[in-house]
Nanobody
């Protein structure tokens, strides 16, 4: 069974930082393009970042560009999302997702359970 475990969420003040982790079990993440999504209450799910299976390419939504960084640690079979300069509008449940192939697809095949990020004073 393919599983993700997301961790690293929590409460942080505006301007602070968090590092989210997406650890895989049952499969090797190096075969997959990995995306991070988020969903805030009352809003649609938003794709915010993607890393290609070979880690050569990364993409970011305009809302997080310059503040968030996606990366992969193949030895740990884990993908990270470093979030800096956090804003209250970043408050959401964050999900990692994967699909087979080099590039992220709009409908990923596998999803994690999500981790809550709350940015508040």
């Amino acid at each position: 069974q393919l599983k993700f475990v997301e961790s690293g969420g929590g409460l942080v003040q505006p301007g602070g930082s968090l590092r989210l982790s997406c650890a895989a079990s049952g499969f090797t993440l190096d075969y997959y393009a990995i995306a991070w999504f988020r969903q805030a209450p009352g809003k649609d799910r938003e794709g915010i970042s993607c890393i290609s299976s070979d880690s050569r390419m990364t993409n970011y939504a305009d809302s997080v560009k310059g503040r968030f960084t996606i990366s992969r640690d193949s030895a740990k079979n884990t993908v990270y999302l470093e979030m800096n300069s956090l804003k209250p509008d970043d408050t959401a449940i964050y999900y990692c997702a994967a699909n087979v192939g080099r590039y992220c697809l709009p409908r990923p095949d596998y999803w994690g359970q999500g981790t809550q990020v709350t940015v508040s004073s």
